[in-house]
């Protein structure tokens, strides 16, 4: 937004930047012999439901369209706490590409519905062989990732995120401001 | 091509900028009447620089001033997650850097927004607005907040004063020249009458001319900052139900601690005063129904059917 729109009070809804989406599988690779972090095969996007029967629509539409593909992926819709929903997707582990497609099919069917500016992040969880969980995060708005690593309700291992971040920094667009690194508490898949 | 529900308010828009004109010209007009009476057009410049550089240090203080005036002090995430987390989400979905957080500890519910720039803001909730609203209200109050902050309407707000603040000095200066200076002939003009007297006359009219439209700019900003708000949680009816919680609590309150508070009121999400005279010339927000029917609109946009 330029600042003459700015200061005539002109500011349009953001719209969602989708395509660096695709960037995760190689990504996921990366991750996997640098780092030993597998994709855990989960993925999320997480999206503001808007108030109306169109959206409710668009919803289910998006839902109904990732069950009526031949490999079907199992799909759950939660809300959390912020009033923020979450559409998950279940596929095997080593299917990265195709989970970034469903996530992607998510994605186009609310931006052709309208309601691209409603995209908030979507996450795909990584698992290593300790256990250890991070998420990596996809803000839409920037078109950034950012490593999430929660280590309990309301903690998270900072030094995990940046070891992330320094394998993946030549891979994909990292979020540079450390305060644009939005914790998602109990976000699912993590 | 993906289709928008956003629907620009162009109406809204050219009275804003007409509104920001006029209060240019007034500066002007400031400025010319006063280097007339002199008849030394330095003099006018000099109004006219020192209005601007008080509105400006005004406006570089704000934010200190502001959290003083409403007694608040900044939070961090560990004493207040909901609220970060809030502004986190919506800070991502705008994509605007995250404004620190600040608490005001009164019963009177409100919320503000302050600061310099997007990079220096501060968003502010008292007490008593975390009480009345519930999560989804609160997200709407502060959506409309962070478009405050977007819009730069600080800047804009007292950058547009500039010429109420230097007409309201002159207004000062002129009854200490019209006092101290009113047995001086030199001062007198070709028609007599005295310099400081024509001063006080400019300088009085471009007060008032400037104190209405300063409200009339702060309503259509207060209305623009609703569109934006209900735009980013894409829940309009949330954001009109706390504007109906808040201003209902507000006429509640007793005066002595709405009085405690006006100085800071234009910089609220409602007017923390409740005046009834001349209430639609010179309140500083619109009115509930108006808010409520913009916000009715966006809501009807967005729920239309996609196809």
Known sequence: MGFWDAITGRSKPKQANLDDLFQVPSAALTLQTAAGFTPTGDGSVCFRAATGAAFAQSQAEVVELLRSTPDAPQVDTSTDSFGFTWIQVHRPSDDTGGLVTDLHAVNTTLESAGFGPGLLCSLVPFADASGRKVGLVYLYKKGTFYPFAPTGPQSRDNLLELQIRETLENELPIEPELSGWMALWGAPGL | ?307
């Open chain 2, 1 to 307: 091509m993906a289709r928008s529900r956003f629907l620009p308010d162009r109406g809204l828009t050219a009275r804003m900028t007409t509104v920001m004109f006029l209060l240019g010209l007034l500066l002007v007009v400031l400025v010319v009447g006063v280097g007339l009476a002199f008849r030394n057009p330095g003099i006018g410049l000099l109004v006219a620089v020192g209005g601007i550089g008080f509105a400006v240090y005004q406006w570089s203080q704000s934010d200190k001033i502001a959290m003083k005036a409403m007694r608040a002090r900044e939070v961090s995430p560990q004493e207040a997650p909901e609220l970060h987390g809030m502004i986190d989400r919506l800070c991502a979905l705008a994509d605007m850097p995250k404004p620190k957080v600040g608490i005001a500890d009164t019963s009177v519910p409100n919320a503000f927004a302050t600061g310099r720039s997007p990079d220096r803001a501060v968003v502010c909730v008292t007490t008593g607005i975390l009480g009345l609203l519930t999560a989804e209200e609160m997200e709407g109050v502060l959506a409309h907040e962070l478009s405050h902050v977007a819009h730069r309407d600080v800047l804009v707000m007292t950058v547009a004063s500039s010429a109420g603040i230097a007409a309201g000095a002159l207004t000062q200066g002129a009854q200490y020249g019209a006092f101290f200076g009113g047995g001086n002939r030199r001062d007198n003009n070709n028609n007599g009458l005295p310099v400081w007297l024509i001063v006080l006359v400019v300088s009085l009219v471009v007060y008032a001319v400037s104190f209405v439209l300063l409200r009339v700019l702060s309503r259509y900003r207060e209305l623009a900052a609703d569109r934006a708000g209900a735009y980013l949680t894409m829940r309009p009816d949330a954001l009109g139900s706390a504007l109906q919680k808040i201003t209902g609590g507000i006429n509640q309150i007793p005066q002595k601690d709405l009085r405690s508070v006006s100085a800071a009121s234009a910089l609220c999400i409602a007017p923390a005063i409740s005046g009834q005279s001349l209430k639609t010339l010179t309140s500083t927000h619109p009115s509930l129904e108006q808010r409520l029917e913009q916000l009715a609109k966006i809501q009807t946009e967005l729920g239309r059917p996609t196809s």
